[in-house]
């Protein structure tokens, strides 16, 4: 039995180039802990692939494309003190992603755009596992789609939680003794053995899932910063790194737009008690910020988080006064479209509720689908250009001056819709894009300057 077992995970700006992967390989062998490395495609690289995926290309666009891919790739190899050894599986990795990229059916099909999807991780996986072994331990590229099952909804697919214990326990961990395995974020398999994806920030899913599944102790994600700000540092040079979180505040935070973790990544990790460290590749000395069960301190105000890309929606019916079942026909089409459904308020013959909307993803094609069937039975009434701003905390719905704080730092903007009272951490505003940032600011300077 592995004590202490650590699973660590690399985004794609840690494993964007060969000294970004070096600062990685360092972390992990510093670590006699860390028996599983988790990697995202290189930075970049997605983004090639989502072009290719979803947009209708001449011929000569696909090869700059690829072009592009095999620059980044090959750069990598080639620092390499021993390219031969990956070489071959490198380029026949290329080969594979090229036959995807011209697939005449490739934009139509999610099962093809999946495949070609997965392909920067796995190119990935196999350059991190060499430039480990450069740093004289013993390392394996492993195939995550060996235990990684999942169903059959591409590009957004649920993971089998209990098969993936049991092909962990008997494939991946034996494994662990040996070497330390490397293996891709994101990507998953079906029961045909399909390759499916756990959409887009998926990688820090995927290391959450296998240290539930192996037993580990603890899960390291790094990235690019140092552990979780107070808000976007982007929007504010004010923000601060946060030295622990709880759970619940974490998931708030995910669900409402921290970008430094993905919402699900949670999930596995209060289930099996495993604490979360989130820190940053190029400055790990720095420290970051460790995700637990239970906090020292426990704040009324934690963070602000923004949400892009939300679209808010109002359906309203006069027969809905007074009217049974109304509301659990309106929710019986959003989840038989899968849809998950953040803020809502409700009147007499209202209710407002907010979708998240992002350019070219699966649930845009959902919400159009959704809306037409919500129109059969009420009026409905879409309005773009919105975001979320989230003030996260703890016992904000008891806490006396709370709120009022929270509202008087808002005073001089429109909020289009508010949710509180809900839950004890958070309070969130629905506000114009082009005012968010500056709504940020302002609660972050009220709060925490």
Request: hydrophobic share 40%; glycine share 6%.
């Given at each position: ?27 992990v ?29 001449t ?22 003190k ?32 999946d ?22 331990e013993?390392?394996?590229n ?33 494994e ?10 994101f ?23 296998l ?8 899960c ?10 107070t ?7 004010k ?12 998931a ?19 289930r ?40 808010l ?38 209710v ?38 989230t ?10 001056g709370?709120?009022s ?45």
């Open positions: 039995m592995l004590h202490a077992l650590n699973v660590a995970k690399f985004g794609g700006t840690s494993v964007a180039n060969y000294q970004a992967i070096n600062n990685c390989a360092k972390i062998v510093g670590n006699q802990n860390t028996r599983v490395v988790v990697v995202s495609a290189a930075a970049g690289i997605t983004n090639h692939l989502v072009l290719l995926a979803n947009t209708a290309l011929s000569e666009q696909i090869s700059e494309v690829i072009d592009n891919i095999r620059k980044i790739e090959l750069a990598i190899l080639n620092s390499l021993k390219p031969s050894e990956v070489e071959d599986k490198l380029f026949s990795l290329l080969d594979e992603l090229e036959v995807y990229a011209r697939h005449e059916e490739l934009n139509f099909r999610d099962d093809l755009k495949a070609l999807l997965s392909m920067g991780e796995r190119m990935s996986s196999l350059l991190v596992a060499a430039i480990i072994r450069e740093h004289g013993e390392a394996i492993f195939d995550v789609r060996k235990v990684m099952r999942t169903d059959d909804r591409f590009s957004e697919a649920t993971p089998d939680i209990e098969t993936i214990g049991k092909l962990s326990q008997q494939l991946l961990y034996p662990l003794k040996k070497a330390i395995v490397v293996t891709q974020g990507i998953g398999s079906d029961v045909q053995g399909r390759t499916t994806t756990l959409g887009r920030g998926g990688s820090d899913f995927t290391a959450a899932l240290a539930e599944a192996l037993g580990a102790k603890t390291e994600i790094w990235t690019d910063v140092i552990g979780v700000y808000t976007d540092p982007r929007i504010t040079d923000a601060k790194p946060l030295p622990e979180l709880s759970f619940e505040e974490a708030e935070m995910a669900t409402f737009g921290a970008k430094v973790l993905h919402p699900a990544t949670m999930e596995p990790a209060l099996q008690d495993i604490k979360v460290f989130v820190g940053s590749s190029k400055e790990p000395e720095k420290g970051g910020t460790w995700i637990v069960r239970d906090c020292k301190h426990e704040p009324p105000y934690r963070a602000v988080t923004r949400r892009k890309d939300q679209v929606v109002t359906i309203k019916t006069p027969k809905m006064m007074y009217a049974q079942g109304f509301l659990e026909r309106v929710f019986h089409i959003i989840a038989k479209h899968d849809l998950s459904v953040d803020l809502i308020t409700t009147s007499e013959i209202a407002s509720f907010t979708l998240d909307n992002p350019p070219n993803s699966m649930s845009e094609k959902m919400n159009k689908e959704t809306l037409l069937e919500l129109s059969e039975i009420c009026e409905v009434k879409v309005e773009r250009d919105y975001d979320v701003v003030v996260v905390g703890n016992n904000m719905h008891s806490a006396a709370v709120s704080r929270i509202f008087a730092a808002v005073a001089d903007f429109n909020l289009r819709m508010i949710c509180f009272g809900a839950n004890v951490h958070n309070l969130s505003f629905v506000v114009d894009k082009n005012d968010s940032d500056e709504v940020v600011k302002a609660l972050h300077a009220s709060l925490f300057e």
